[in-house]
Each structure stands twice: as structure tokens, then as C-alpha cells.
């Protein structure tokens, strides 16, 4: 029985999601391969050209992981030395191998992946595992597990964690399983992390608010709302989809002022407009996108309030010229006099 695939869905917003006509884009293969079961529990991540995709594959015995690529998160291509990771014999990942996500940070990608030593998932042996990797393919494990069950809500298992970096600091969401008056519960905690390795559990976990029976949470940060999005899903009574919002933790942004900016008429006949080259470096801090905006702050003005532009992105080591920044992106008409304030999510802009 070939239970479990991976679709695709794509959304401007992150509340409506529109599903890939093409799903499922990856299937489980023929007979006899070790992902002939089901492909379980994908993570993604883009560095600025390729998508890649590692995903757990399952064949009635084990799991392993797998890799493929794609440009379009539609047509996706299985690497040649599939699968490129699984458990090693005796160890707390024996059998049970499921990426949870994987980050590219310091050129280096680095997974979170859920590990047992058997077959029975939400035993006390499910772990997190942690392993890296220069190329994607070839994988080197941490020897113990990254989390392990402690506490008494997530005292049988701890798995399906969502990871991020935002340039000094990991934070890790992950799912805990226990027991409460005899009954099974499922809960999100959070964890952070220097280093990636090293996890100091929140002293407030778990998030009540999330409820019961919540796993693979993924989390990004917004740069809107300073804060994170997490999407995870629900399965009780049903498998959904489900998203919610936090300013829990600080998503600092740094700013910067150019004190002059102008669309205006100048002396002599003379007429001024301000261009503004922006640049990632590469590889930066965190080997991940910028996201930055302008504020325009008109002389003279109170400008408690300002005017924002919208949200760009760069990528790792590409630059963006914004010629005559105050008509192209604020819309304005000569003669505007002011400021420019630059709000970015990482140093490496």
C-alpha cells in the first residue's frame, strides 16, 4: 500500500493556498526501491536558484531520506545516490530516520530530522536528531540526539521540528508527545539554540494556545508583523493545515537613515533625484534572503508614522538599484525634500 506522497500548494498571502494541479510531485517508486511505501515528512529550503528537497522514504522496515531538486517546486529530480542518509545500526536513529527542515546557514546545510531506534512512533526513544552537510548529499551525524523527551508533556516522544536562524540565534518548534490524566496529548514547545546542537527549552513550554494533537510546525519570520508565522497541522479529529501568528521573540530590525533624498528642482536649473543601490554580501551571516524596506520621511515633518514602501528580498550576494527611489517606489511628484530610512531583517544587507 502506497499510503502517503508530497504535494505542492503556493500562496501570496499564507492564509489561501492554492493546491499544484500537478500534485502529487513526488510519489513513492516501484517495488523492490526503499521508498516503495510512502514519502513522509519533506523539508525544503532555496538558495537563490534551485529548490532542494529532502524527504523521508519508507519501505515496510526503515526509513531514509532522500534528495531532489527542483526550479519550480513542481518538476522535481531524485538525486542519483538516493538515499543519501539513514540511521546507523544500534543507534538512537536505527530505523527511523524523517527530515523535519533543513537550513542553509554559513554555506553549510544543516538538518533536524525525526530518529527512533524502531518502528513504534511516539515511543520514549523518538528523538531529534541533528546532521550536516557541505553539498546536500553526503551527510555527518551528531553521535546523541539534538532533543530528547524530559518533561512530562513530551515525555514519550519529541519529533517533527521546524528550525529558525535568524543570524545569532536558533529557535526550534517542535511537537511533544505525552500523557495527561491518561489521555494522549500532543503540544508544540520551543527550544533555542547558539549553535544548533546545544537546546534550552522555554521555561513556559508548551503553547497552550495551539491545543492538542498539533504537529510538523514550520516557522518563518515577518517581516510585516515582527514576529513568526507557523504553519503546522492538527490530526484529530482530521489531517488540516492550520496557521497561526507571534511576536513571542525578537525579530530586530536594523535601520538604516540616508539623510538626504530628493525628487526636486536645484539651483541653475539644476534638477536632483536619488538612486539607491542596495547589496546583500555574500556569503553573509546566515547564508539566507534579506528582507528590507524604505521609510520616506519628508522634511519637516512628524514622522512617527512614516511611509513605508513594500517588502523586497535578496538573495545571498545579489544587489538591487532603486533609480529615482521616491517616484519608482513612494509614487511621488517633485518637489519632496527628506530622509530615507532603511528597515532590514539581517546585517548582511
Known amino acids: 500500500l502506497r499510503d502517503h506522497a508530497i504535494g505542492h500548494a503556493t500562496s501570496t498571502d499564507g492564509i489561501h493556498w492554492q493546491m499544484d494541479p500537478a500534485n502529487p510531485v513526488l510519489t513513492p517508486e516501484t ?5 516503495v511505501r510512502s514519502l513522509l515528512s519533506a523539508a525544503v529550503c532555496h538558495d537563490g536558484e534551485l529548490f532542494h528537497m529532502w524527504y523521508g522514504g519508507d519501505d515496510y522496515s526503515v526509513s531514509r531520506v532522500g534528495y531532489a531538486t527542483s526550479r519550480d517546486g513542481t518538476t522535481w529530480t531524485r538525486h542519483p545516490a538516493n538515499p543519501v542518509f539513514e540511521g546507523t545500526a544500534g543507534s538512537f536513529d536505527a530505523t527511523w530516520v524523517l527530515p523535519n527542515d533543513v537550513l542553509l546557514v554559513g554555506g553549510i546545510y544543516r538538518m533536524w530530522y525525526g530518529a527512533a531506534p524502531n518502528r513504534v512512533i511516539g515511543d520514549s526513544d523518538d528523538t531529534i536528531g541533528y546532521a550536516t552537510s557541505p553539498d546536500g548529499v553526503t551527510w555527518t551525524r551528531h553521535p546523541s540526539p539534538a532533543l530528547e523527551p524530559t518533561e512530562e508533556w513530551e515525555g514519550f516522544a519529541v519529533y517533527g521540528a521546524g528550525v529558525d536562524f535568524d543570524g ?4 526550534m518548534w517542535y511537537p511533544g508527545y505525552g500523557y495527561e490524566g491518561g489521555d494522549p496529548r500532543i503540544r508544540v514547545g ?4 547558539p549553535d544548533g546542537i546545544v537546546w534550552t527549552r522555554d521555561p513556559d513550554n508548551p503553547i497552550e494556545v495551539l491545543g492538542d494533537f498539533v504537529s510538523q510546525p514550520q516557522v518563518v519570520r515577518d517581516f510585516d508583523i515582527g514576529g513568526y ?3 503546522y497541522t492538527h490530526d484529530h479529529p482530521f489531517y488540516s493545515v492550520l496557521r497561526a501568528t507571534s511576536t513571542c521573540c525578537s525579530t530586530d530590525t536594523l535601520t538604516w537613515i540616508l539623510p538626504a533624498a530628493a525628487l526636486a528642482a536645484g539651483a541653475e536649473g539644476s534638477f536632483f533625484q536619488t538612486d539607491v543601490d542596495v547589496n546583500s554580501t555574500a556569503p553573509g551571516p546566515s547564508m539566507m534572503p534579506v528582507s528590507y524596506r524604505f521609510l520616506w520621511l519628508p522634511r519637516g515633518q512628524n514622522n512617527s508614522d512614516p511611509m513605508a514602501s513594500d517588502v523586497f528580498v535578496l ?3 545579489e544587489s538591487m ?3 529615482n527611489i521616491l517616484a519608482s517606489v513612494f509614487g511621488l511628484e ?5 530622509s530615507l530610512a532603511i528597515a532590514a531583517d539581517s546585517e548582511s544587507l
Do not use: F
Request: aromatic share 8%; proline share 7%; net charge negative.
Open 315 to 317: 538573495d545571498p550576494g
Open 190 to 193: 520551543l527550544a533555542t539554540s
Open 31 to 35: 517495488e523492490g526501491l526503499w521508498q
Open 334 to 338: 517633485p518637489n519632496a525634500l527628506g
Open 321 to 323: 538599484r532603486h533609480e
Open 168 to 171: 545569532s540565534i536558533y529557535r
Open 229 to 231: 508565522v507557523m504553519i
